[in-house]
């Protein structure tokens, strides 16, 4: 079976809408089966890929984020963030920014913050006069922020397979993640500057006060899991636990988890990680088919054809990963890819860190993308407006983020400035 025959038979699987872990899963096992490998090589190379330390952060990360979620951090932080600022015009546009900002601290994932935050931001907005397309673009564009900034579970993924420590990758992503936020607001300022009407209630002090007491708490969770890893306290695995547990109990102490929420938390967070489980070990058994037909090396030797320069290199590696992102999950596209790029990365002298930022930016930009930008589909029913309507909201937010990814991929030091600093 040819490799052009095993690209054609995935490729029509995903135009079918098939889910990406059997969309890879069906045409490698024929392959398998077709040059004469056992069943028992394809579970071996499929558990071999999920057989990683590393990986077992990602449970423990996206249960972080379901009891943040449950907890209601996000109605917090939205409402302190009001207060503070909600007298400013189009106050509405920068809280929503902000509130993903503080949001990503605990949720690693751009499909939970749309979800969630998703649900608070478009109704207050457009309740107050905002365009339903800005509301709804803001919304979605704020929510990749989240997987940027640490902790990041497509971090903790490409840290597992480039070999390269989490703690240090989690520091470089916080420059990028916090030029995301800027440029997100340079946006709102520029398409709502003649919108004198979008102003919130005058500031009270008083208002301040008691928003401020009541994210006192959600606010030690970052301090908790960023400090620990950056602190060496803990392991990236261990401040994802130690953080989920805090989260559960302020959670309880808020009232707004109880006893009968605890199985659909562990229900949401077991569909969530067998899912991502499922293509990882499908994107596996795709890279141990990729590695015996040798296409890493024919794809090296292609580009070192192409270009010598690397930030040539980088720029075609841009374009690639936003269109594998456009139509594959994040995390299939990094087990695939990753393997095969970052060694002709290394031949460029490109750092792994600052590679991995670049890789995981476009990624999360593809998820904007048509014709499978999963946070569209995401924010749709949330905001009961048709995808293609929800892409056009997202528009006028993609300039801005494409902007910042090209700064990162010129000025490598923006990424690599923080790891150094910390001497990680």
């Known amino acids: 079976m040819s490799m052009v025959l095993l690209g054609a038979a995935i490729a029509a699987l995903l135009l079918l809408r098939v889910p990406v872990a059997f969309a890879l899963l069906g045409p490698c096992l024929t392959y398998v089966s077709f040059e004469g490998y056992s069943a028992g090589l394809s579970v071996r190379q499929a558990t071999e890929a999920v057989n990683s330390f590393p990986l077992l ?11 943040a979620n449950h907890a209601g951090i996000a109605d917090r932080l939205f409402d302190f963030a009001l207060a503070a600022i909600g007298r400013v015009r189009g106050s509405l546009g920068y809280v929503n920014i902000g509130v993903s900002l503080g949001f990503s601290w605990m949720s690693g994932s751009a499909l939970a913050d749309a979800a969630g935050l998703g649900k608070v931001e478009v109704p207050a907005m457009t309740r107050n006069g905002y365009p339903p397309r800005f509301a709804v673009g803001i919304s979605a564009a704020s929510s990749l922020l989240g997987p940027v900034m640490p902790p990041s579970i497509p971090a903790v993924v490409y840290a597992g397979i480039a070999g390269v420590s989490t703690g240090a990758l989690f520091a470089a992503s916080v420059a990028p993640a916090f030029l995301m936020a800027m ?5 709102v300022y520029f398409l709502l500057r003649r919108r004198s009407d979008l102003r919130g209630e005058p500031f009270s002090w008083e208002v301040l006060r008691r928003t401020g007491v009541r994210v006192i708490g959600p606010l030690g969770a970052p301090v908790i899991i960023l400090g620990g890893i950056l602190g060496g306290w803990f392991t990236p695995t261990e401040a994802a636990a130690v953080g989920a ?15 009968r929420d605890l199985f659909p938390i562990a229900k949401e967070t077991a569909a969530t990680t067998a899912s991502i489980t499922l293509i990882v070990g499908a994107s596996g058994l795709l890279a141990w088919i990729l590695a015996r037909e040798r296409v890493p090396q024919h794809i090296s030797e292609t580009m070192l054809g192409l270009t010598d320069n690397a930030l040539v290199f980088l720029l075609l590696v841009n374009v690639l990963m936003i269109l594998l992102g456009a139509i594959l ?5 990094l087990v695939i890819t990753v393997p095969i790029l970052l060694p002709i990365a290394a031949e460029f002298g490109v750092d792994p860190m600052h590679f991995g930022v670049i890789i995981i930016m476009n990624l999360m930009i593809g998820l904007l993308t048509p014709p499978i930008g999963a946070v569209l589909y995401v924010m749709s029913p949330v905001a009961r407006m048709p995808v293609h309507e ?16 090209l700064l990162v991929t010129f000025v490598p030091s923006i990424v690599t400035f923080l790891p150094r600093l910390l001497g990680l």
């Open 390 to 405: 929800v892409f056009r909201g997202t528009l006028p937010f993609l300039l801005p983020l494409l902007v910042v990814l």
């Open 183 to 187: 440029g997100l607001a340079a946006a």
């Open 329 to 333: 999950e994040g995390i299939s596209v």
């Open 57 to 67: 952060a990602v449970p423990l990360f996206i249960l972080l984020g379901v009891v």
């Open 245 to 259: 547990a805090y989260v559960l109990v302020l959670g309880a102490a808020y009232r707004r988890i109880t006893w």
